[in-house]
């Protein structure tokens, strides 16, 4: 019944489409963070959009199936291999009894989704099979995978071998990437020309980026507006009296390196935001290697709404085609 | 006190009630969530109150943010009028302050933090013009504090001291954050004291070790059945020094489940206790050692 996991791959987690309602307890809303890539994959197999998958880091796991199943892997360019035979990305293929699953190396992008028919069938957590590490939430007993584990399977629907997404709709990062964010939060903590220069420069992906948040480094140190430090704030320039965090907001901790908060955000803190990434632009994020040259681009609440409204729109688009 | 209201992208609403902490602020975003919550706006799915401020999230799908902050704005006007007081609870947390296991952690870390010469315990009672560690001990576990936000990782509280400002202990935050701290570590960052919930990284001075277990997802203490979060905005904490041979005996009855922390309900008036501080917070310890 189960799928195997002979080898773990790098950082390799169940997740579905999170857990809200938590999130001012501290629990962040976790799940996939491509977020289209997951529901993409879900849809080939004949999933809910919502079932759980796995989310495969940089490398990809080694499973074996002890039952027949369709597969899908989307996402990152991360080639599926079966018994050694290269398969398709963002397309459903037939796993037999006793066949293994691996994969080649990374091509391009960061994060692979695998969906099985049928969704991981491992215990929810308030509501969610999502692996929220820090707080030992969903998972295998609140974990990312392990050699050994043992994957159980809900039974899945039928659906037909060979069904693919138009490449059209597969969205994957450029070597270039452009990250909208709408001003706000505590923008008027920084110069004006550091907040030009926020979005003059060129930034780097730096090698500290998880699930919690994405680094980048490589642009100005922004100079902040002069104060009183507020009671309780803290003396540094970029202290805040600790508040809630947005997801996709950006902090810069004594002005230095920008951080963005991604689905496994820690949900509160001291720092200063200078404002938050579009939701249309978080998927993207999921899928930046290391070094990934990113550009940040002002929008305003009209932009960052008619992105979201062409983001749905892919999805709708991918809906039709797999209907 | 000026309301600020901002978008953070097109999913949440960020209200900051005061740049500053003040009893007075957190009152005011206690009060206005729970309008919030109590209003059910279509399309908010999530209700974040912290010290002096809050957070809504939303579905823009589903609700204009514009709309929402307007209505947002509305639900502010009703809660100036609301009076400041709130049923709650007062919880006493047993402290093993000068542990061994946060004092180890510490010294792993002494070339992050102001003062590497003192433990950060010792260099928080000298910055607080405290003669001694003890002295200092007794200023921390004194007063009730406030659970003013619960957050940063699973359950974890932030807690404001119930005195008045000029007798309120500041701290300042390592230089840089440990990549360590113990679970149930008892720390403290500019006016906050905390418990880490789980084991991690941080940036608060560390004092000691609560044996309670205060987030379990497998819900194992008989307090935490019914949901793997203890605290929540607005509960009162006392904290209660204790030593090794109590510590031991706790973690025991944690581990047989028969650990249970003394817990009243009380109510509270904010105009009562700016009132009169040291007697409202006599009668909340009346409250709790009551039965």
């Not at chain 1, 499973?63 to 990305?89: C, N």
């Not at chain 1, 907040?195 to 730096?206: P, Q, R, S, T």
């Not at chain 1, 609440?301 to 008619?306: C, D, E, R, T, V």
């Not at chain 2, 919550?37 to 939303?58: D, R």
């Given at each position: ?323 | ?117 003192a433990s950060d315990i010792e260099y928080a009672a000298r910055i607080n013009g405290y003669d001694s560690v003890d002295g200092f001990i007794q200023a921390h576990s004194g007063a009730p504090w406030f659970v003013s936000m619960v957050g940063f990782v699973a359950g974890l509280p932030f807690l404001y001291q119930m005195v008045d400002r000029k007798r309120q202990i500041q701290v300042p935050k390592y230089l840089r954050p440990r990549t360590d701290t113990p679970k149930q570590t008892v720390g403290y960052g500019g006016s906050f004291s905390c418990i880490y919930s789980v084991r991690g990284a941080g940036g608060y001075q560390m004092f000691g070790i609560t044996p309670m277990p205060i987030y379990d997802p497998k819900q194992r203490v008989s307090y935490l059945k019914d949901f793997m979060v203890f605290f929540k905005p607005g509960d009162i904490v006392k904290w209660k020094p204790i030593n090794r041979d109590e510590y031991e005996q706790a973690l025991e009855d944690v581990e047989k489940g028969h650990f249970a922390p003394r817990i ?28």
């Amino acid at each position: 019944m189960p799928v195997k996991v002979i080898n773990a791959g790098l950082a390799t987690t169940i997740q579905d489409l999170g857990r809200p309602g938590y999130y001012h307890l501290g629990i962040p809303l976790s799940g996939a963070m491509d977020r289209l890539a997951m529901r993409a994959a879900n849809m080939l197999v004949g999933n809910s959009e919502d079932a759980a998958g796995l989310e495969a880091v940089f490398m990809g796991p080694e499973l074996e199936f002890t039952q027949d199943a369709l597969v899908a892997v989307t996402g990152a360019d991360l080639p599926p291999k079966l018994d050694g035979e290269p398969q398709e990305t963002w397309t459903a293929f037939a796993v037999r009894s006793g066949q293994v699953l691996s994969f080649d190396f990374l091509r391009s992008g960061a994060r692979a989704y695998i969906a099985i028919s049928g969704g991981i069938d491992t215990p929810m957590s308030l509501g969610s099979r999502s692996t929220y590490a820090i707080g030992a939430l969903g998972g295998v007993d609140g974990r990312g995978l392990q050699a050994g584990d043992m994957l159980p399977l809900r039974d899945g629907n039928q659906v037909s071998v060979g069904r693919t997404v138009p490449e059209k709709l597969r969205r994957g990062p450029g070597s270039h990437v452009e990250l909208r964010v709408l001003p706000g939060l505590y923008w008027h903590r920084i110069t004006e020309a550091a907040g030009a220069g926020f979005f003059d420069d060129v930034w780097k992906v730096a090698p500290e980026a998880d699930r919690m948040g994405y680094r980048f480094q490589g642009g100005r140190a922004l100079t902040f507006v002069d104060r009183q430090a507020p009671f309780s704030a803290g003396s540094d320039p970029s202290n805040i009296t600790d508040a809630c965090y947005p997801y996709g907001s950006v902090q810069v901790p004594s002005g230095t390196e920008p951080i963005v908060l991604h689905r496994d955000a820690v949900s509160g803190g001291g720092y200063f935001m200078l404002g938050t990434v579009v939701s249309a632009d978080m998927d993207l994020i999921g899928q930046l290697q290391p070094h990934t040259k990113t550009r940040f681009v002002k929008t305003d609440m009209n932009g960052a709404l008619a992105a979201r409204r062409h983001r749905a729109g892919i999805l709708e688009d991918i809906r039709a085609a797999l209907a | 006190m000026t309301t600020r209201y901002t978008f953070g992208g097109d999913e949440h609403i960020f209200v900051e009630i005061d740049a500053e902490m003040s009893l007075e602020a957190f009152f005011k975003s206690l009060s206005i969530t729970s309008a919030v919550k109590q209003a059910s706006i279509n399309g908010v799915t999530e209700i974040c109150p912290a010290n002096a401020s809050f957070q809504i999230k939303f579905n823009p799908d589903r609700i204009h943010p514009d709309d929402l902050m307007a209505e947002l704005k509305r639900l502010e006007e009703s809660a100036n009028r609301a009076e400041p007081v709130l049923k709650t609870r007062i919880i006493e947390i047993p402290v093993y302050y000068q542990d061994p296991w946060t004092h180890e952690t510490l010294m792993r870390f002494r070339e992050r933090h102001q003062d590497p010469q003192a433990s950060d315990i010792e260099y928080a009672a000298r910055i607080n013009g405290y003669d001694s560690v003890d002295g200092f001990i007794q200023a921390h576990s004194g007063a009730p504090w406030f659970v003013s936000m619960v957050g940063f990782v699973a359950g974890l509280p932030f807690l404001y001291q119930m005195v008045d400002r000029k007798r309120q202990i500041q701290v300042p935050k390592y230089l840089r954050p440990r990549t360590d701290t113990p679970k149930q570590t008892v720390g403290y960052g500019g006016s906050f004291s905390c418990i880490y919930s789980v084991r991690g990284a941080g940036g608060y001075q560390m004092f000691g070790i609560t044996p309670m277990p205060i987030y379990d997802p497998k819900q194992r203490v008989s307090y935490l059945k019914d949901f793997m979060v203890f605290f929540k905005p607005g509960d009162i904490v006392k904290w209660k020094p204790i030593n090794r041979d109590e510590y031991e005996q706790a973690l025991e009855d944690v581990e047989k489940g028969h650990f249970a922390p003394r817990i009243r309900n009380v109510d509270f008036s904010l105009d009562a206790f700016n009132a009169d501080i040291d007697g409202t917070n006599a009668k909340l310890m009346e409250a709790l050692h009551a039965g």
